[in-house]
């Protein structure tokens, strides 16, 4: 994906001194936030749970790429940065705030659909351990084959109680053929967020 590259690149260091403490996926969740909405760099370090030297330097890096120009009403998208945000919005599809049950790992639990991506899964530690790392309390990935949500091996087969839980999620999440879900669980809703967008970064990198 162009807009991985681009995004990658960004979050390298560029000059002498310590390196920038925020990632590609910081920069991508900060696109996405600018492209919801008109946003102040105040507000967009706490959305982003950055300090304000950190989001000066990320808005700068944004700045500097043409994508995301700085008016009156704060930081907002241009056509390049928009056409970085259709590129993944391509690949990631809805995300969601998903009640307890039998499948989820934490109190508070976040969906990401992943459009395509069922061939990328293989085992789903990938993707548990990218959300641990991102400070999640853990993942649980799904793929939509034949009508169903089902859970990678070595998962073992669905309970009924289960079997009622993915039909719940499918019909929030309403995946095509191929597509993945993944359920990061946290302590926060932060957290929980923030893990199931580094499980799926793993997939569309």
């Avoid at 009403?73 to 809805?94: D, F, H, V």
């Avoid at 789903?124 to 034949?146: K, L, N, P």
Wanted: charged share 25%.
């Amino acid at each position: 994906m162009k807009a991985l590259k681009i995004l990658k690149e960004l979050a390298l260091e560029k000059a002498p001194g310590p390196t920038p403490s925020f990632s590609q996926l910081d920069l991508a969740r900060a696109i996405e936030i600018i492209g919801s909405e008109h946003i102040g760099r105040n507000k967009l370090a706490a959305r982003l749970g950055l300090g304000e030297g950190t989001t000066r330097t990320l808005i700068d890096r944004l700045l500097d790429a043409q994508l995301i120009k700085i008016s009156k009403l704060g930081c907002e998208l241009t056509r390049n940065g928009r056409s970085i945000l259709n590129e993944l919005n391509a690949k990631l599809g809805a995300k969601k705030m998903i009640e307890r049950s039998s499948v989820t790992v934490g109190k508070y639990n976040l969906g990401i659909l992943v459009k395509g991506a069922a061939d990328r899964i293989k085992s789903g530690i990938e993707q548990r351990d990218a959300a641990v790392r991102a400070g999640a309390s853990g993942a649980v990935t799904f793929v939509f084959r034949r009508g169903e949500l089902i859970m990678p091996l070595p998962a073992g087969s669905a309970t009924k109680e289960r079997k009622d839980v993915t039909a719940a999620i499918s019909d929030a999440f309403q995946p095509h053929e191929n597509d993945v879900i993944i359920i990061a669980g946290g302590d926060s809703e932060r957290h929980a967020e923030e893990g199931a967008m580094a499980a799926a970064w793993v997939i569309i990198e």
